[in-house]
């Protein structure tokens, strides 16, 4: 049962747009949301997360849009640079369970100079 | 501080054998979770670890186990291989309960043949 869905599956943008990154959940006792970047040969690093006492995030470029009542959530990277080409994967955890990430599938980006 | 760190990088075992992945968290960190990861069905989660006990597991079979130390390093083991563990096993450590920001390992290549 995949428990959070993230589209699309892959992402070109030019050099300067925006990037956008949409993941639906369906636990609703989901109540913390990451999102992490992944380049090749690496872990994944944590990009920004939210809660859902929030409905947006923003830390530098990248900002988090929450909807509760839609239970989806999404990552816009403004201004996106070609360093930013990378796999992102949206993620959700229960309360006091973060230990427990249910990720989404991965959206690979490409930013085209 | 040094970040998660896992041991060996690359692992190269054939059907049938078993192996031990390590991993060391972050220094002071106590919570351990370990993650499998395929171009098929992505981040999976496979078990979490707090002060060396199991508070948390994914839905892989019994062949799949963990531990972890008194200094909180801890090792996952996979018995009888098949050649579909072939995946990338990720290991995340952070602090406590009330921390949610899990750090990601490297990771280790485990490739079965």
């Known amino acids: 049962q995949q428990q959070v869905k993230q589209s699309p599956q892959s992402l070109i943008v030019q050099k300067g747009g925006i990037s956008i990154i949409n993941c639906a959940y369906e636990?609703?006792?989901?109540?913390?949301f990451p999102w992490y970047q992944q380049f090749p040969g690496k872990g994944p690093a944590l990009l920004i997360a939210?809660?859902?006492?929030?409905s947006e995030k923003k830390e530098g470029r990248f900002t988090i849009s929450f909807n509760k009542s839609a239970k989806q959530f999404s990552l816009h990277i403004m201004d996106s640079q070609p360093g930013d080409s990378a796999t992102y994967f949206c993620?959700?955890?229960?309360?006091?369970?973060?230990?427990?990430?249910?990720f989404g599938q991965g959206t690979t980006l490409q930013v085209k100079p | 501080k040094a970040g998660v760190t896992q041991t060996p990088r690359y692992l190269i075992k054939t059907r049938g054998q078993q192996v031990t992945l390590s991993c060391s968290p972050i220094s002071g960190h106590r919570s351990v979770s370990w993650y499998q990861q395929t171009p098929g069905q992505g981040l999976q989660f496979l078990f979490e670890y707090f002060s060396e006990t199991q508070r948390n597991k994914g839905n892989f079979p019994g062949r799949f186990s963990g531990r972890q130390f008194s200094n909180s390093r801890s090792e996952m083991n996979v018995s009888t291989l098949e050649l579909g563990d072939s995946a990338l096993y990720l290991c995340?450590?952070?602090?406590?309960?009330?921390?949610?920001?899990?750090?990601f390992g490297p990771g280790t290549r485990l490739t079965v043949l």
């Open positions: 993620a959700a955890s229960k309360e006091g369970n973060t230990g427990k990430l249910i």
């Open positions: 939210i809660r859902p006492d929030v």
């Open positions: 636990n609703t006792a989901f109540d913390y």
């Open positions: 995340a450590s952070s602090g406590d309960r009330g921390s949610d920001t899990q750090y």
